[in-house]
C-alpha cells in the first residue's frame, strides 16, 4: 500500500497504551484507567494542544470545568516552554487587530471559568514568547464525566513519544540541536550527538520533547523523563466496540448500494491511522495483537485484478476484498496498484484494526480463507503469532462476486477518469464567434492586460441575453503574479469571495463554489479534440502549440463551462483596448460593447436583483456559546439591503456598547451546513462566508438572505430574510430571551 503520511504517536499516561493521534483520540474517550479510584465524580474538559508549526508534538490533558485558562498557561510552561519567564497569550474569541499589544499589562479581576469560556468543537491558539515565538493551537475535543473527584487543574493523559532525531553528520541517535543554524541537506533543524556537538547556551540546546526545541534558550520542562524514547510494546488492553448498525447489509445489496464510493475517504483515514517509521508491518502485527480474538469468526480475503483501468506505465490496479463468510458483509476493500502479498497482508490487518462495515467490531478473526496459494502461504506465515489460521480453499461464488466488484470499480475508477478530460465549450457556438473569440484572446495576450489591472480586484460584465433576462459575471485578471494568462471567472459576486475566502484549502473552495471556471492560454492537450480543430479552421496558426481554452473544474472533475462567449469576447477587447490606449494602473473602468456592459473594479452593490433593492433586510444574530450577554439573547439589524456588512456590524457594536458594554457582534462568518468533515488538525473546516479583515471583500445585507443560516466561531447564529418595503438607515435592537414579564428589552437606534 502506498503510505502518504507520517503519524506522531504517543502513550497513554494512565494504561500504557501506545496508538496514533487520531486513535488516541479515540482510546481518551473509553479508557477506564483515567478514573482516579476515589468515590464521586466530576466534569472536565478534554483538550488536544499541539505545536502549529511543529504538529508531531502533541498533549492530551483534561481540565475540571471550573479552572481557568490561567492554569493551562501555568502548565504548558511547565512541561514544554518556559525558558526565561517570557510573556504569553491565549487567542481566544473576537480580536481586535488594531489595538492588539502583547505587552499591555496583565487584567485585573479573576479569570473566567473555562465553563464560561469553551465549547466543545471550539479551536483557539495560544503563543510564548512574542520574541522567538512557540505558537500552539488548542482543540476542545468533549466535554466528559469522569470518575473520581479532581485532583489537579490540569491532568495530563497523553503526550508524544519523542521523535527518533539523526545526528546531520554521522546519523546516530541526536543529543544536541542547534539554535540557529539549519542543516543545508534536509533545511530542517542541525542536529548532533555527543561527538559532534556539546552545550553551548547560546548556540546548542539540549534534543527535548517539546515544539520549543531549539529556541530560546529552552533547555527542557518539569516532565522531560515520561514517555520514555522507546515504550516497548505497550498497547491498549481493549478497544471499545463500535456502534452496531441496525440492519445487516448482504454482500449484494452492498455492491447494488454503492457504499464503496466512500473508498477514497477510507483510504485516506485509514493511512492517517498508519504507525510512523518504517516498521509499518511490525507495528501492525503488534497492535493486532492486542485485539480480542474471536475463534468463530471466519474472514474470505481476495485479490481481483482491475487490467486496462490505469496506463500500463503506472501500474496493475487490484481491489482488495475481506469479507466475513457467515453473513457476506464486507469488511474492509481497498484498491491498490501492483499489490504484492504483503500488501494484501497490511490491507488485512487494518481491516482487523479499523474495519471498513460499523457492524464490525475490531477483534482478530479465528480464521482466513483465500482462493491465492501464494497469498495463503504469506499470511500463515506472518500472521501464526496472531492465532489466526489461514487455509487456501477455493469460495463458491466468490469468482463471480469478484467479477461484478471488478465491473463496478472498473467502471467508477473509468468514470473518473473520464472526468478528467477535456469538455468541449465550442460545440454550439457559430463559425463567426469562434473566430472573434481567437483574434480577441490574441489580441489580449499580444498587450498583456494583466500589467494593467490588479488581481485582487474583480469586474463585472452585465448584458441582456436573447430570451430578455440578465446576464452577469465577475472575472479577474491573471497572469500578474506570474499564474497562467487570462480571465478566472465567477457568475457571482459571492462565488468570487467564497473563493478568495476559502483558497486555503482547494477542497474547501470547490465546496464553497461547485466548480471554478476560467478562460486561460492552455495547450493543445487541454481541449477537446474537435474545439482544436474547429480553432484551427478559424486561423489558429498551423504551429501553434496553444490557444484560448475555456474549462470549468468541479469537485470530481472537468464540467461543461457555463459562461457564453459573446459577454466572454466584449470583456476581453475592452481590457484590451485600455491597455492599448492608456499605460499604467487601471484605478477605474466604464464601457460598453456589442451590449455588453463592464465595470472595474466591480461592487458588491451590482450584484444585487431589482427585487432585492426594493426591499429590506432583516438580520438575527442569536447568542452563541460565548455571548458576554447574561441571559442570552438576540440581536436585530433592521436595513436597507445594499447596506454593506461591515459598517453594519460596526454601528451595531457601537451603538449596543454605549446601552450595556456586554455585546458580541460576529467578526466573521461561516456557513453552517458546509464543510468538510475531515479539515486535519481542525477538525471540520466550514466554507467561510465573509470577515471584516484588512483586505477582506465586503458583503451586503441582502447577500446574507442567500446564505441560509450562518455561524461564527463564537456559536453566535446568523439568519437574514428579505422583507418587502424600503427603510431609510439602520435600526438595531437587542431582545432579551425568553421575554421578561415587562417584555422583551429593546434597545433602539436609528
Request: net charge negative.
Amino acid at each position: 500500500m502506498t503510505r502518504t503520511r507520517t503519524q506522531s504517536r504517543g502513550m497513554c499516561r494512565n494504561c500504557g497504551y501506545i496508538g496514533t493521534k487520531a486513535s488516541m483520540t479515540k482510546h481518551q474517550a473509553v479508557c477506564e484507567a483515567r478514573s482516579s479510584g476515589s468515590q464521586g465524580e466530576h466534569e472536565v474538559y478534554r483538550l488536544r494542544v499541539s505545536g502549529s508549526l511543529r504538529p508531531q508534538y502533541w498533549l492530551d490533558v483534561d481540565m475540571p470545568v471550573n479552572a481557568t485558562l490561567d492554569d493551562l498557561d501555568g502548565f504548558l510552561r511547565g512541561i514544554w516552554l518556559d525558558c526565561c519567564g517570557h510573556l504569553s497569550e491565549f487567542t481566544i474569541g473576537p480580536q481586535d487587530d488594531d489595538n492588539f499589544d502583547p505587552f499591555k499589562p496583565p487584567r485585573r479581576g479573576k479569570p473566567p471559568t473555562l465553563n464560561k469560556l469553551l465549547s466543545v468543537g471550539d479551536k483557539f491558539g495560544y503563543t510564548y514568547d512574542f520574541g522567538s515565538s512557540t505558537e500552539l493551537k488548542v482543540h476542545v475535543q468533549a466535554r466528559e464525566t469522569v470518575g473520581g473527584q479532581a485532583q489537579e487543574k490540569v491532568r495530563l493523559l497523553a503526550r508524544n513519544l519523542p521523535p527518533a532525531l539523526a545526528c546531520s553528520e554521522c546519523g546516530v541517535p541526536a543529543q544536541w540541536v542547534h539554535s540557529w543554524d539549519d542543516d543545508e541537506e534536509t533545511d530542517g533543524l542541525t542536529f548532533s550527538c555527543n561527538k559532534h556537538g556539546k552545550r553551548t547556551r547560546d548556540e546548542q540546546l539540549p534534543v527535548v520533547n517539546s515544539p520549543r526545541m531549539g529556541m530560546c534558550g529552552y533547555e527542557g520542562g518539569n516532565d522531560d523523563t515520561w514517555p520514555p524514547a522507546d515504550p516497548g510494546t505497550a498497547v491498549e488492553p481493549a478497544r471499545a466496540p463500535r456502534k452496531a448498525s441496525p440492519e445487516q447489509i448482504g454482500v449484494s445489496q452492498m455492491l447494488k448500494s454503492g457504499q464503496r464510493t466512500e473508498e477514497a475517504e477510507l483510504r485516506a483515514f485509514l493511512q492517517q491511522a498508519l504507525p510512523q517509521d518504517n516498521a509499518d508491518d511490525e507495528d501492525l502485527l503488534v497492535e493486532a495483537q492486542a485485539l480480542p480474538l474471536k475463534a468463530e469468526a471466519v474472514w474470505i480475503v481476495a485479490v481481483q485484478e482491475l487490467p486496462d483501468v490505469l496506463p500500463p506505465e503506472e501500474g496493475l490496479a487490484s481491489v482488495v476484498l475481506v469479507l466475513d463468510a457467515a453473513s457476506g458483509r464486507i469488511v474492509s476493500s481497498e484498491v491498490m496498484t501492483d499489490a504484492a502479498p504483503g500488501d494484501v497482508q497490511d490491507a488485512l490487518l487494518l481491516a482487523m484494526l479499523e474495519p471498513h462495515d460499523e457492524t464490525t467490531v475490531p477483534q482478530r478473526p479465528g480464521q482466513i480463507l483465500t482462493p491465492d496459494g501464494a497469498l495463503a502461504w504469506t499470511l500463515h506465515t506472518n500472521l501464526a503469532g496472531l492465532g489466526v489460521k489461514v487455509e487456501q480453499r477455493e469460495i463458491p461464488g466468490l469468482e463471480e462476486l469478484l467479477g461484478e466488484l471488478a465491473a463496478q470499480m472498473s467502471g467508477d475508477l473509468a468514470e473518473m477518469q473520464a472526468g478528467q478530460q477535456p469538455r468541449s465549450f465550442l460545440d454550439t457556438a457559430s463559425g463567426d464567434e469562434v473566430r472573434n473569440l481567437l483574434q480577441a484572446f490574441g489580441r489580449f495576450m499580444r498587450v498583456r492586460p494583466w500589467q494593467n489591472f490588479t488581481a485582487d480586484k474583480p469586474l463585472r460584465a452585465s448584458w441582456v441575453n436573447p430570451d430578455g433576462s440578465a446576464g452577469q459575471l465577475y472575472a479577474t485578471v491573471m497572469g500578474e503574479l506570474g499564474e497562467v494568462h487570462g480571465l478566472a471567472l465567477y457568475p457571482d459576486w459571492l462565488n468570487f469571495i467564497k473563493h478568495l475566502n476559502n483558497g486555503f484549502d482547494p477542497e474547501l473552495v470547490m465546496l464553497a463554489t461547485g466548480g471554478l471556471e476560467s478562460l486561460t492560454f492552455s495547450a493543445e492537450d487541454e481541449f477537446a479534440p474537435d474545439d482544436w480543430a474547429r480553432l484551427r479552421v478559424v486561423g489558429l496558426p498551423a504551429k501553434a502549440k496553444a490557444g484560448p481554452a475555456l474549462m470549468r473544474i468541479g469537485p470530481y472533475g472537468r464540467q461543461v463551462p457555463l459562461t457564453p462567449l459573446r459577454p466572454l469576447i466584449a470583456v476581453l477587447n475592452i481590457l484590451s483596448e485600455r491597455a492599448e490606449r492608456k499605460q499604467g494602473k487601471v484605478t477605474s473602468l466604464k464601457s460598453e460593447q456589442d451590449g455588453v456592459k463592464v465595470q472595474f473594479p466591480a461592487t458588491a452593490q451590482g450584484d444585487l436583483s431589482d427585487a432585492e433593492k426594493a426591499g429590506h433586510v432583516v438580520v438575527r444574530l442569536h447568542a452563541g456559546s460565548f455571548s458576554p450577554q447574561p441571559d442570552g439573547g438576540e440581536i436585530v439589524l433592521t436595513g436597507p439591503p445594499e447596506l454593506l456588512l461591515r459598517p453594519a456590524f460596526a454601528e451595531a457594536r457601537r451603538v449596543l456598547m454605549q446601552q450595556d458594554g456586554r455585546v458580541h457582534i460576529p467578526f466573521n462568518l461561516e456557513s453552517s451546513d458546509e464543510f468538510l468533515e475531515d479539515g486535519g488538525f481542525f477538525g471540520d473546516l466550514h466554507v467561510r462566508v465573509w470577515d471584516r479583515g484588512i483586505g477582506s471583500p465586503a458583503l451586503t445585507l441582502a447577500h446574507l438572505t442567500r446564505l441560509g443560516l450562518l455561524t461564527d466561531s463564537l456559536g453566535t447564529r446568523v439568519e437574514a430574510t428579505l422583507q418587502p418595503g424600503e427603510v431609510g438607515g439602520l435600526r438595531v435592537e437587542w431582545r432579551a430571551l425568553p421575554p421578561s414579564s415587562e417584555g422583551s428589552r429593546d434597545r433602539l437606534s436609528n
